[in-house]
Structure formats: C-alpha cells, structure tokens
C-alpha cells in the first residue's frame, strides 16, 4: 500500500536555526514527490516538485532532496514568516495526478 | 489571477441534514480534485474529475458523498444526512491536466462543522 510518513510531527526552531524536515514513502512507481507549505485557515501552497533521486530545488531559504525511500525538506536560517505546516505528497503510478499526502510537520520558528 | 475558489468558508450544520460544498477551478484547469483534511491529519482523498471521463470515486467513505462538475468547470461536493465524523475541511484542487506531474493548486477549503 502507498504510505507517506513524515517527521517529526512538529519541530520548534529559534530564528537561525537551520534543521531538516523528513518524508519517507512506499510507493509502486513513483512520478513525483511534492512538498507543499500549509498557513492556518488557508489550503497548501505549492512549493516543490521532485521526480528522481538526486535531484535538488531550492527556493530562498528551502531546499528539498530527494532518494529512492525519503526526501528532506532542509530550512536555512529560517525566519518567523516560515512557520508553517509543511505537507509532503508522493504521485504513485496509474496514470493521473491523484497525490498521496502525509499528516504534515508543523514548524514553528522564534525570534 | 484568481485561484481555486471554495464556497462557503465555513458551515455550520446539525446532525442529519444535507450540504452542498462549491469548488470554481482555476481557468483552464481540466482536472479537480476533493480532499478531505480532518485536524491533525492528512489530507485524504476523496473523488478526481478530469475532462469528460469518468471521475474516480475511489476515495469516497460512504455513499452519502457525491460530487458532480458541471460543464467541466465548478463542482459540488453533496454530503447528505451529515454525521458529526464529517466534520473536517473540505479542500479542493485543479491543475492544469489529469496526466503528468502538474502540480495541484488548492482553494482555502470549507471548514464544516456538524453538531
């Protein structure tokens, strides 16, 4: 069965403090692995889109990555405006878009 | 320009009674999309339109859920005789086709309440 897990649940960082998020997933056929960012109240907002292991992207202080079993979503001197709930998504197989989401961390940045 | 747009924001309702949820994709947008956030969870898929096919209803937890996309464009969620566990927000998305990896865009969702 596709499965996403992420980690942690929840992470609380003082501005500056860089750190890592993890997605781990089981899917049969992967053809992308997303990375969304969730305000309270609103829907998720697009950040990522990965497609094979090694690759990279980067927007201001994210970077996301990616292997055959997880991606990381590293934050770089992260700022109080990044707290938010971070979503990671795997597209398996079968031919549309349908996304398999995980519960999401929930990131909370201090100055 | 405009974005996924989900009417109402919010709804209050009570045990038993029927709602309809309204989704207007982003122009041009052929595939659409239900998901289902309760809190502390993921989103869980709920039904996929896309073009004239057939949708998928894979994702629907009982047959008190329907959904129907008119002309290719805005849809409806319809959840009848509503029980406190559909409590949750109902997320919509479309993207630009059904196959590939286009990204999803989400509306802000309609948070619904059942007393």
């Known amino acids: 069965e596709d499965q996403v897990t992420q980690s942690p649940e929840a992470l609380r960082l003082q501005e500056g403090e860089s750190s890592s998020l993890n997605c781990s997933y089981t899917v049969s056929g992967l053809r992308g692995l997303f990375w969304y960012r969730q305000d309270p109240g609103k829907g998720p907002e697009f950040l990522f889109t990965l497609y094979s292991a090694g690759e990279e992207k980067e927007k201001e202080r994210l970077k996301a990555t990616l292997t055959k079993k997880e991606s990381f979503l590293h934050i770089t001197a992260p700022k109080p405006e990044d707290s938010a709930t971070y979503l990671c998504?795997?597209?398996?197989?079968?031919?549309?878009?349908?996304?398999?989401f995980g519960a999401g961390t929930r990131l909370a940045v201090h100055p | 320009g405009a974005g996924v747009s989900q009417s109402p924001s919010n709804k209050v309702t009570e045990k038993g009674k029927d709602v309809e949820l309204r989704c207007d994709p982003i122009?041009?947008?052929?595939?659409l999309y239900w998901y289902r956030q309760s809190l502390g969870q993921g989103l869980e898929f709920l039904i996929y339109?896309?073009?004239?096919?057939?949708?998928?209803k894979s994702g629907l937890p009982s047959d008190r859920f329907s959904a129907e996309r008119t002309g290719g464009s805005v849809s409806t969620l319809t959840i009848q005789r509503t029980q406190q566990e559909d409590s949750a927000v109902y997320l919509c998305?479309?993207?630009?086709?059904?196959?590939?990896?286009?990204?999803?865009?989400f509306g802000n969702g309609t948070r619904l309440t059942v007393t």
């Open positions: 998305a479309s993207s630009r086709v059904g196959r590939g990896n286009s990204p999803l865009h």
């Open positions: 122009s041009g947008h052929t595939a």
């Open positions: 339109f896309q073009g004239n096919s057939a949708p998928d």
């Open positions: 998504a795997v597209q398996a197989g079968g031919g549309y878009n349908k996304l398999i």
